[in-house]
């Protein structure tokens, strides 16, 4: 069940959540279909849904976390802030990244030494 899933949210809806981003890009509709719809996507505790149809994605703010800032890009273009204000329209192809701010700059990942105790 959950790799159907993930074929139909990260394939379909083209989601892809990487450690310090979240990008929506190329998505595609199933076949046989004229809309898919994802409602209540969650990126630290911001919640927004994605809508596909045959000629656009739109991207629509439900519930915004002011303790988990986020700025939104499209296309490498900053649009600006999550807001709850914020619906952001693009063609299929578009790649809408939404980036934390301040998100663990201080964390840096130290090498793996075998044998050695911490």
């Known amino acids: 069940a959950g790799g159907f899933l993930q074929s139909v949210i990260n394939g379909y809806g083209g989601i892809r959540l990487n450690f310090d981003h979240l990008m929506i890009s190329k998505v595609f509709l199933p076949r046989g279909t004229s809309k898919l719809e994802f409602n209540g996507i969650t990126y630290l505790n911001n919640i927004f849904s994605l809508k596909i149809t045959k000629f656009e ?62």
């Open 57 to 118: 994605k739109v991207l629509r703010v439900k519930k915004v976390d002011l303790t988990h800032p986020v700025v939104v890009t499209l296309n490498d273009e900053i649009v600006g802030s999550l807001s709850e204000e914020l619906v952001l329209t693009t063609s299929h192809d578009d790649r809408i990244i939404l980036k934390a701010v301040n998100l663990i700059e201080n964390c840096v990942m130290k090498e793996t030494i075998v044998g050695q105790r911490i």
